[in-house]
């Protein structure tokens, strides 16, 4: 199959310049290797995406899904193994099959997270949550856990040190790890707990969502919220054999969305960037099918 361009990944970024591409008559091929939405299928609620009050990502799910069939846009399902660099662009073979194109575009998001606590995926939506400025608001005034130790988790730790009442920082290591700056600020925040060498073994709760959890030394404490971010990373792995520039795990973009790869493009959450957010994703999308059109006429 030939095709001008490859959208892998079907979550907000990849919608949005899939539509934004039908609307330039541009010929694509829209990939998916599970379910269509991507993180929306994890989010209980959203409040923050401009000209929606608040929506559930399964009610902005099946709006996209709307969307997609309004433009008449068919999303083709398979898992990317590899993508090889040929003369007229790039081969993208699936479990399904191959796609030659122009352009490939990257849009898988980061990693679902693997369940590394008792209860956390029993709980995600009910106080679990890998987002801390989407549900945040939801916690203001109450106790919460924050486990990993990272970037991102000291960087929405501190987001959380503003709304919640107390914030315990949890994690595994004998110390901080990242950016010397977020661990200064985080240390000297009033109501941030630092808990090293603990491993958060069970999160508790009942119908109503999360009211506890149990540490490795048997303690248990009182949380409401409960935010794990130990294994947050870009799911590109079928890129290794073009090798792109990375940072640790994220895609390395220009301001145009170009990898390192001339005309490989990521956009959303698998790139480098400080806020993963739906509202960037869709401004990712969107200025990506811009710089993706003048890169096609540069071909002709």
Known sequence: MKTKVVIIGAGIAGITLAIYLRRANIDFVLLEG???????????????????LSISGE?????LKQQLDYFKIETRYGLVQTILKNEGGFEVKTDVESIISSVVVVATGTSAPK???????KYRGLGVSYCATCDGSFFKGLDVAVYGNNNIALEEALYLSNLASKVYFISKDNKLLGDELLIK???????????LNETILEIHG?????NEILLSNNEVIPVMGVFPYSGHKSSAAFLANLSPNMNKTFLVVNEDFMTSIP???????????KVRQLATSANDGAIASSTIQAYLRTLK
């Not at 009610?59 to 709006?63: G, V």
């Not at 600020?185 to 808990?195: F, G, I, M, Q, S």
């Not at 009942?206 to 999360?210: A, K």
């Not at 005309?263 to 960037?273: E, N, R, S, T, V």
């Open 185 to 195: 600020e985080l240390t000297e925040k009033a109501n941030v707990e630092v808990r």
């Open 115 to 121: 369940e590394e606590i008792v209860n956390e995926t």
């Open 34 to 52: 599970d379910k269509v939405g991507g993180k929306l299928n994890i989010i209980n609620k959203i409040e923050n995406y401009p000209g929606l």
């Open 263 to 273: 005309g490989l493009y990521a956009i959303g959450d698998c790139i480098d960037k």
């Open 59 to 63: 009610e902005l799910i099946n709006n």
């Open 206 to 210: 009942d119908l109503y969502g999360v």
